[in-house]
């Protein structure tokens, strides 16, 4: 009774942050990579995953879930977006053979291609490149280390501390943040709730700004405030269903949400999965669908997944990622 108390005392803390101290305004804020949902089959979902997070890819959600990993864990995942940007996150998830607990670590990288610098007198009628400096490189890249204690009696919490670069040219960007989830399952048709603070930090600059010694004004981390629950609806011999939805409130204020369901189906040790997620109140992604295929080797159990994310005005998105399960 007393973890139970614990549980909601818990997921009532994270749910009862005061949310104007979550909220600023757009554009104004560093690292936004580290908003960006991760993983083929999360997305596929329509990102929501907070409640569900059952595998190594909830670092990135709510490291609360990696209680839920049943052997070690590798995932990775790729995506390219409009305008040459793509995104990698990688997460390895594990349990010690001696300290208790789970423990995960991860990587998320943004890459732009190449571009041309554009001087103040670039002039873009010009038949002779006038104003066009040499090329510029852009990137941003974290790695995070991850801890997950479960309570018993289905309550877990989960943090993590990342280290951020930022980059673009010559100036650069480095700090740290944290991130603290809360998940509790209530053993009722795997009823799980979630909650999390993502991407907790002091402010920030750009340094090399200009010149060797220049720096640019303070900004805020992207600070992200998430709650989530998902239930298995249906559950059979050989079929699965999940449902789930994620409440987000932005940096910026806005407040999104998202729905999503998972289908499972399993002949021996072959499990084969369909998705599909909405996301409301987004600037353009709206349909997601997705599928995997999970199978076993002499090695390890491959899980393959694909995601499709309607960006409306922008088309859409497609979002790759391999797990190994060992």
Known sequence: MRRHLLAMGALSLLIGVPQPALAGGAGTHLAGFLEMDAGARQVGMGGAFTGLADDAMTVF????????????????????????ISYQHVSYGFHHSVMPGTFAFSWAVMQMAPYAEKKEYYDPDSEFDIGIGESVDAGDMAFGGSYCWDFGDGLSVGATLRWYHLGMDD??????????GVLY????????????IMNVGPENHWSRTGSETGTGDDFPMPTTYRAGASMRIFDIVTHRVVLAGDYKRTPDGADRASVGTEYTFNRGNLFMFGRAGYRFNYDEDGLTLGG????PTSEAEIRIDYAYVD???LDHIDRFSVSFIF
């Open 311 to 313: 960006m409306g005005n």
């Open 185 to 196: 399952d209530t053993r009722f048709q795997n009823l799980r709730l979630g909650a999390s």
């Open 292 to 295: 995997g295929l999970l199978f």
């Open 61 to 84: 959600y709510n490291p609360a879930g990696l209680r839920f990993m049943e052997a070690s864990e590798i995932h990775i995942e790729t995506s390219t977006w409009p305008g040459d």
């Open 171 to 180: 100036a650069f960007c480095e700090g740290v943040t944290g991130d603290l």
